[in-house]
Each structure stands twice: as structure tokens, then as C-alpha cells.
Nanobody
Framework: QVQLVESGGGLVQAGGSLRLSCAAS????????AGWYRQAPGTQRELVAA???????NYADSVKGRFTISRDNAKNTVYLQMNSLKPEDTAVYYC???????????????WGQGTEVTVSS
């Protein structure tokens, strides 16, 4: 099965940076649009950043100017560069990607397993 494998989370002090990665595990796959969501305890999951297949990006107001979403199509990987982190950014971050299996053109949306980001003050 196709999996989105996330990495890069961890513990960081306020003002620090982390880079999250989300890679589609199978072969002959292509990531179309993708996004990063986060969910803190007691809250609903919210969209943080999104990127289209053409590279256009959108960000939540709370992270504009601090986070950057990008992609490496050759590696089937989506990244989230997080700078100037704040305690309010503490959450489990989930990758979401629209993935095409190129042998059949079958398309499906997948979720990553989540990676925890903790920002201390």
C-alpha cells in the first residue's frame, strides 16, 4: 500500500527551526497537491500550508512569514520548513497528499502518520 512517511518533528525552543518531510513510500507514484495540517490537544485539525502540483502555495495566517511548504517531485517528497517557532505551534503535524499511481492513473488522498512538534518557551 501507499504510505506517506513523515519525519523531522521533535522538541525545539521558541525561535528555533524544524524541517518536516513527507515522502510517498511506493514506486511509480506522483504527488499532486499536498498540504500540512496540525492538531493540538483539544482542538480540531487545521490546515497550515498547502501546495499545488504547479507549486502555488497557501498558508494559514498564523504561520505566514515563518513557514514554507515546498516539494521535490523527483523524491516524491513534500517539506515544511518551520522557522521562528512559537509555543503555539506545538501540535502533531500531519501530511496530506493527493497521490497518483502512474501505471493506472489511480488517484487517492493519503494521510501521514503524524509527527509531533513541541516548542518550549
Amino acid at each position: 500500500q501507499v504510505q506517506l512517511v513523515e519525519s523531522g518533528g521533535g522538541l525545539v525552543q521558541a525561535g528555533g527551526s524544524l524541517r518536516l518531510s513527507c515522502a510517498a513510500s511506493g514506486s511509480r507514484l506522483r504527488i499532486n497537491a499536498a498540504g500540512w495540517y496540525r492538531q493540538a490537544p483539544g482542538t480540531q485539525r487545521e490546515l497550515v500550508a498547502a501546495i499545488t502540483s504547479g507549486g502555488s502555495t497557501n498558508y494559514a495566517d498564523s504561520v505566514k512569514g515563518r513557514f514554507t511548504i515546498s516539494r521535490d517531485n523527483a523524491k516524491n517528497t513534500v517539506y515544511l520548513q518551520m522557522n521562528s517557532l512559537k509555543p503555539e505551534d506545538t501540535a502533531v503535524y500531519y501530511c496530506n497528499a493527493d497521490v497518483t499511481y502512474e501505471l493506472t492513473y489511480l488517484r487517492r488522498v493519503y494521510w501521514g502518520q503524524g509527527t509531533e512538534v513541541t516548542v518550549s518557551s
